[in-house]
Every structure is written in C-alpha cells, then in structure tokens.
C-alpha cells in the first residue's frame, strides 16, 4: 500500500505544484569574468600513490585556464616546495 500512494504521489500533478519550497531563493546570476591572459590563471594538482614507475609515483599536473593547455610531469610523493617551484620553472 505505502508503495501505491508513493507511486500515486510522485505522478500527482496537484501533488507536485502544491508542495512547498524548501529553499531560499535563488539570487541574481552573474556571468563569470572572461580571462584574456594565457598563462596568468594557473591550476597546480598533484596525483599521489601511484604504482612506481621510473622511481617515480606520483604526478603535478599544470593546466592553463583559459587556453586549456596541459603539462604532466613525473614527479615522486614527497616533493617540497622549492622542488615544486624548480620541476614548474624547468618544465613549464
């Protein structure tokens, strides 16, 4: 019976306009600013714990925002800062 009226409920078009909204409402929406620069807005991500490979496991991946260009460069798990800083500046 429970299955029924659920099944009667959800198919109800009176059912689905007099239900109440449970949410604020919704601002205004705003278009997001258009970059122009290449290579002003960066994304840095490491992909850690990889199997090892070249006694490497572990991946920085440096995307381009607005031109979408993408570099991968092999790296291992506990890179610091500055090695960071030198595998962007060598391979990028």
């Not at 109440?20 to 919704?26: A, E, G, I, M, N």
């Amino acid at each position: 019976m429970s299955r029924y009226i659920g099944q009667y409920i959800s198919t109800c078009s009176l059912c689905l306009c007099t239900k109440p909204v449970r949410h604020p409402p919704t601002g205004e929406l705003y278009p997001l600013p258009i970059l122009e620069e290449q290579w002003n807005t960066l994304s840095i991500d490491f992909v850690v714990e990889l199997p090892k490979s070249e006694k490497c496991n572990a991946v920085m991946s440096v995307v381009d925002l607005v031109s979408k260009r993408t570099y991968f460069i092999l790296t291992y798990t506990m890179v610091t800062i500055e090695e960071a800083a030198r595998l962007f500046l060598y391979h990028v």
